[in-house]
């Protein structure tokens, strides 16, 4: 199993283990620790009829610390039962912590570069868009729907064992136009202001950088002078491909009820729904909010997300 693999069934693994922990320390608490009481109860009351014997004949013993020393020895728990008792509320603890509060990620990418960099390291909110069961990731209670300008981390629907991060750019019933690097969204184009050209740390180039304003979300996005605004060679086959006409100055899509349609900051840089398509509800992870740290850049990273 490849360290990609072991990492997407983390949950998977931290459950197994809190599941054979838990079952371990029920079993010490309500079976285990009485067993032992009572083979303490008789190695003592064994004890004491020597040691009156003995005082009867005559000879003095040290009762007390020898009779401490059988009841602690009896007492005292197996290695493997005293280990899955310590690890069980730790791992119970992060399980539930990270199924149903927040999660933390790692991004791997420059998809969303200015907003992300490679190695932010971000906390993800699990109940914004609704209460799921770890594992199936399948929803029990209703909640909030992702909105427009959210940023949203989601199991890839090719390969639901990666996650991947993007904007909401779409949600169920809206008319998606991106031309000329451009979007309009329901007929209305979509608020763009220039910024200063962006300088990317790992390349040395210049992209131009504008401030998007999408459904009220201001956000920082680069473009890449040149670039295609599609490429339509990279276009996949996916569900409701019907709702999409591709050309080359750009694309229209119609967004399907239960999905949504992500794209990256990054926008000449980005694999997103422009070539796989639409994100089912059921493949919602949850919400990006908080960069906690990049440790190349350890200060300056800290804080909300756009």
């Known amino acids: 199993m490849t360290l990609q693999a072991v990492l997407s069934n983390f949950a998977l693994i931290l459950f197994i283990l809190m599941v054979v922990t838990g079952v371990i320390w029920c079993l010490d608490v309500f079976y285990l620790a009485k067993q032992r009481r009572a083979a303490a109860d008789r190695a003592l009351a064994e004890y004491d009829a020597r040691t009156a014997k003995l005082t009867a ?26 280990y899955s008792g310590s690890f069980f509320p730790v791992i119970a603890l992060v399980f539930i912590l990270r199924s149903f509060l927040y999660e933390p990620f790692k991004i791997p990418s420059s998809s969303m570069v200015p907003t992300l960099l490679i190695g932010d390291l971000i906390l993800v909110n699990k109940f914004t868009y609704g209460v799921r069961l770890p594992i199936i990731n399948k929803k029990i209670i209703e909640l909030n729907d992702p909105q427009r300008g959210d940023v949203m981390v989601f199991k890839y629907p090719r390969d639901m064992s990666q ?136 200060l300056k990273r800290i804080g909300s997300i756009n």
């Open 57 to 82: 004949d005559g000879i003095k013993l040290d009762n007390n610390s020898n009779r401490a020393e059988i009841e602690a020895a009896q007492l005292r728990q197996p290695t493997w039962v005293e």
């Open 163 to 298: 996650d991947y991060i993007k904007r909401v750019i779409g949600v169920p019933g809206d008319k998606i136009t991106y031309e000329n690097k451009r979007l309009t969204v329901n007929g209305q184009a979509v608020k763009y202001t220039a910024l200063d050209d962006y300088l990317n740390d790992d390349s040395l180039l210049y992209s131009k950088q504008y401030k998007e304003s999408l459904a009220n979300v201001e956000h920082r996005v680069i473009l890449t002078e040149g670039a295609p605004n599609v490429n339509l060679g990279d276009v996949k086959d996916f569900p409701h491909s019907e709702n999409c006409t591709y050309r080359y100055e750009g694309f229209t899509c119609t967004v399907p009820a239960g999905n949504y349609f992500m794209m990256g900051d990054n926008r000449d840089n980005s694999a997103d729904s422009r070539y796989w398509g639409f994100v089912p509800d059921k493949n919602i992870v949850g919400k990006a909010f908080f960069v906690w740290m990049n440790f190349s850049n350890p």
